[in-house]
């Protein structure tokens, strides 16, 4: 079984900053692509931020500039770094990875629970 568990999430003034984690834990033959989601009240989810296996980041517009995605593969644990927020960031973030299963060989993306992050104005 494949568990992704986020944290770091919490409540900050706007122009603050917050670093969300999230770690994989389980049963996996590696890890490939790792991102962030967001979903505030009465929207949909969103892709915030990804990075790939060996690096390479993709990220939103709105957060361009802001935001920065970083992994740590020994650890198998992504990270969030959010500078600069701004109210318009609050919502429920969370963590996506897509991992290569064995027994049988196959691929499979994962959810974490979800981390609250607030910004007040």
């Known amino acids: 079984q494949v568990q992704l568990v986020e944290s770091g999430g919490g409540l900050v003034q706007a122009g603050g900053s917050l670093r969300v984690s999230c770690a994989a834990s389980g049963r996996f033959l590696r890890i490939n692509a790792m991102g962030w989601y967001r979903q505030a009240p009465g929207k949909q989810r969103e892709m915030v931020a990804s990075i790939t296996s060996d690096g390479t980041t993709n990220y939103a517009d709105s957060v361009k500039g802001r935001f920065t995605i970083s992994r740590d593969n020994a650890k198998n644990t992504v990270y969030l770094q959010m500078n600069s927020l701004e109210p318009e960031d609050t919502a429920v973030y969370y963590c996506?990875?897509?991992?290569?299963?064995?027994?049988?060989?196959?691929?499979?993306?994962?959810w974490g629970q979800g981390t609250q992050v607030t910004v007040s104005s």
């Open positions: 996506n990875a897509h991992f290569w299963l064995t027994n049988p060989l196959r691929a499979n993306d994962y």
